[in-house]
């Protein structure tokens, strides 16, 4: 069976019992603070499974795109490796939300493997919880039963709370795992070893196929469990180890899912999988994390420094360093791999074709930028190495270690590999410690201790704010979150006139007031579905009835932003073409930020264009037509524009203004007019292939309108309000750069008659050349003069000047070098004289100045000088 054919087949499987077939979530993350990426197929639904919103399906299967590279599940440094880790993976699962339990989930998994699938049922092998008497959790002895009609009592195995008590992460839904395993090993070798006693050994042929989990708990920050409203049943089975088994084959990699990239990967870099396994690790890995980078970006996740996108970025460049050191790659290349990746995974996934424009050019930069640095770190580490030599050691110290590491992406694999090549090693202690505290900081800086919900009223949060501004409301429940000493709590509504933060579009302020008290809510954030409230303080009666009020003034100045957006993006397209994708976007009250993709440097006539579209359309006064709920096929139909990477239901909401029509769930103007007019303030690259667009709109523009205008009326006055203010400055200009140079041609003249003046002014004092000057001079001119002096009298020479730039004092020395070296030195000199000009200063003991307050004893510090000298 072909992996696309397995991919239907679980899919009408599930449907034929009932299952409603939904689309895989993005696999990138926005609206939950415990997760970066989707790490497993029940993310999507955690909401539902918690209580916090209603089922629409009691029944549902999808393949789901997962990734695991961070928190608890986390399987990156395996990937490569081993022939059945990835950081991608697709996860087939189905689930019931209060329906059918253990036995169906049981049943119906047998059923599939064995009597749809056809896999050797002699080969499969159950695992069930052993209990934990600390947790107070007893031996799963329902599931084993259901398990013992298919299997003898000795594959059923016990597994322990690591193995099979599932949790999504520290807190959140959790519960009682029952894994599937499969002995893919040859008859002779079964023969030889039992099958029963390499399940979960990390064997790479014994290996879990699937997870049955019977969630029933939510873990609480505390680390207690507390009891689920309806048990689930959430299953996740790795759809590239279901095909290894079901194509015959002991690798994931050899697969119809991979073998077309490695393939690829061996004809771009001249090698043959399968000869050397150093190689084949490498095109494992880069097999595996072509994928990764590749579905990130088009979920709206680019390469950066910071958190989701550094984890990206650190995928990449760990691809970008096997094929460096393993399979000779000096260029970039893994962006040669797009192709054949789109044609094996672009009809299960079209936004992979929509968007391999951008992909190539942020992979191919990505990939430049990492292969200098590396080369930068080869470098750094050749000398590391030939110090460390000459100093006859054999151990490099474990900092530098950590600071290729940290700055130049070196991993430390390579580090020792390029070491071991020269007899050398890295000290490992140093190496870890240092790794450790960049940890600890990391973490100190990011912990975040979020306190368990109290909880007042039982019920769900409906958002009112499409229609109100403002609604009498009741707090359902609240709890306490604290990060860098700041203590904040959060509030959940039963209604809520505050938009949570999505969409680009910022959270709403306002207060909530009670007959007690006002409390101030400062942002409105979105965790899953949830909208939670912030504030500074808790409400003394929290329990009191509330009138919330939204800060109306900066929520309609919000609107217009967002309204704005939607008309840029409309003209962008116009005047850019229809390869013009949103990339990112932040709607506020004092602005808007555009992110899309275009290759592109915009021109001033582009930008203008654009500019002058939007305001034509504002002009227009188009007025808002809303479709609050409508079937997404016919949110199509309407031409509207969705986002890749967001997650959208069977009903969407879609925001038309005229021609411009795309799903949204932001607040917006109720006409274009609203909008007044707006600016584009800079337009910018923020990655291979995305730009950046700075925009305001109505005050914003009136008041930067005022403040030019302001400055070109100041301007015109001060140039005697002359017509052609730019032929005027250009002309002072002009001007000013011919005085410049008169002046400079002048100080030159001077300073040589000066220069001759002094000279013929020398004494001869105890058989020394003495020159002294006081006088005012630019401290540029008294240098050049001394060192001009210095070169002409090169015996026996003492200058010493105390000169005045504006009202500043400066001392300065010049000593030849016969005199330095009998014992005069310049610096200690002016240091002396310099206490009685109350400054300070030093040099070199030919030459020093020093630099004062006091002008007054600017003769006496002089004389200070020539004494110390016996002059
Ligand atoms: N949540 C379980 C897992 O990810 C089953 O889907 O393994």
Known sequence: ?????????????????????????????????????????????????????????????????????SGKHNDLEEVGHDTYHHTMFEMLGNWSFGDYFKKEAIEWAWEYLVDVLKLDSARLYATVFEGSPEE????????????????????????????????????????????????????????????????????????????????????KADGSLEGLPAKVIDTGMGF??????????????????????????????????????????????????????????TDGQLPSNAKAGYVIRRILRRAVRYGYTFLGQKQAFMYK????????????????????????????????????????????LDKTMSEAKAAGKEIVSGKDAFTLYDTFGFPLDLTELILRENNLEVDLAEFNAEMQQQKDRARNAAAVETGDWVVLKEGSSVFVGYDFPEYDVQILRYREVKQKNKTLYQLVLDYTPFYAEGGGQVGDVGTLTSEYETIH????????????HIANKLPEHPEAPMRAQVDLEKRIASAANHTATHLLDEALREVLGTHVEQKGSLVSSEGLRFDFSHFQKMTDEEIRKVEHLINAKIRANIPLTEHRSIPISQAKELGAIALFGEKYGDEVRVIQFGTSIEFCGGIHANSTGNIGMIKILSESSIAAGVRRIEAITGAKVESMMDAIQDTMVELRALFNNAPDLTTTIRKYLEENAGLKKQVEDFMKEKQTLLKDKLKKNMEEVNGVKVIRYMGPIPVETIKNIAFQLRGEITENFFFVAGSIEVDKPLLTVMISDDLVAKGLNAGQLVREGAKLIQGGGGGQPHFATAGGKNLDELPGAMRKILELANL
Request: proline letters at 4%; charged letters at 30%.
């Open 1 to 69: 069976m072909t992996s696309k054919e397995t991919r239907e087949s679980f899919k009408k499987f599930f449907e034929s019992k009932e299952h409603r077939i939904v689309p895989s979530a993005p696999m990138v993350v926005k609206d939950d603070p415990t997760l970066m990426f989707t790490n497993a197929g029940m993310n999507q639904f955690k909401d539902i499974i918690l209580g916090n919103q209603p089922a629409k399906y009691k029944r549902v299967a999808d393949s789901q795109k997962c990734l695991r590279v």
């Open 240 to 297: 590239e180890r279901l095909c290894m088994a079901l194509q015959g084959k002991i690798s994931n990699y050899d697969t119809d899912v991979f073998q077309p990239i490695i393939k690829e990967i061996g004809k771009i870099t001249g090698n043959t999988y399968g000869e050397d396994e150093q190689k084949d690790i490498a095109m494992r890995v880069i097999a595996d994390h072509i994928r990764t980078i590749s579905f990130s970006i």
């Open 136 to 219: 107070g959790l007893e031996r799963d002895n329902e599931a084993a039963q259901i398990w013992a009609q298919f299997l003898p009592a000795d594959r059923i195995i016990n597994g322990n709370k690591k193995d099979n008590f599932w949790e999504m992460g520290d807190t959140g839904p959790c519960g009682p795992c029952s894994e599937i395993h499969i002995d893919l090993r040859s008859q002779e070798e079964r023969d030889k070893v039992d099958g029963l006693t390499l399940v979960n050994q990390s064997h790479p042929q014994v290996i879990e196929i699937w997870n049955l989990v019977f969630m029933q708990y939510n873990r």
């Open 337 to 380: 791999l797009l192709p054949v990746l789109i044609e094996s995974m672009g009809d299960a996934y079209p936004e992979l074709i929509a968007q391999k424009d951008l992909i190539g050019k942020v992979i191919k930069e990505e990939e430049d930028t990492f292969l200098h640095t590396l080369e930068t770190g080869i470098r750094l």
């Open 521 to 532: 809510i400062v942002d409105t954030k979105k965790e899953n579905n949830l909208a939670v």
